[in-house]
Nanobody, 117 residues
Framework: QVQLVESGGGLVQAGGSLRLSCATSGRTLSSNDMGWFRQAPGKEREFVASISWSGGSISYADSVKGRFTISRDNVKNTMYLQMNSLSPEDTAVYYC??????????WGQGTQVTVSS
């Protein structure tokens, strides 16, 4: 059984930084594309960033381009999201997910990120 566990969330002031981690267990996901999503209160879950299995292809939502950096370490079975220049609009629960045959099938439980103004 595949498990994804996010960590690194917390409370930070506007302009600050956080680094989220997504550790995978159960079986290796080094051959799977992965991504980060977020859901703010009262809003639908939205795409944040994705990274291919090799790390060679990366995509970002326009709202985080230039501020967030996605990366992965397949040896450690961990994916990261470095978030800089955070604003209150980035407040949300952040989820990591792994894609199987084009569908994000495996999801973590989420980690709360709160940015105060």
């Amino acid at each position: 059984q595949v498990q994804l566990v996010e960590s690194g969330g917390g409370l930070v002031q506007a302009g600050g930084s956080l680094r989220l981690s997504c550790a995978t267990s159960g079986r290796t996901l080094s051959s799977n594309d992965m991504g980060w999503f977020r859901q703010a209160p009262g809003k639908e879950r939205e795409f944040v960033a994705s990274i291919s299995w090799s790390g060679g292809s990366i995509s970002y939502a326009d709202s985080v381009k230039g501020r967030f950096t996605i990366s992965r370490d397949n040896v450690k079975n961990t994916m990261y999201l470095q978030m800089n220049s955070l604003s209150p609009e980035d407040t949300a629960v952040y989820y990591c997910a792994a894609r199987v045959f084009g569908v994000y099938r495996y999801w973590g439980q989420g980690t709360q990120v709160t940015v105060s103004s």
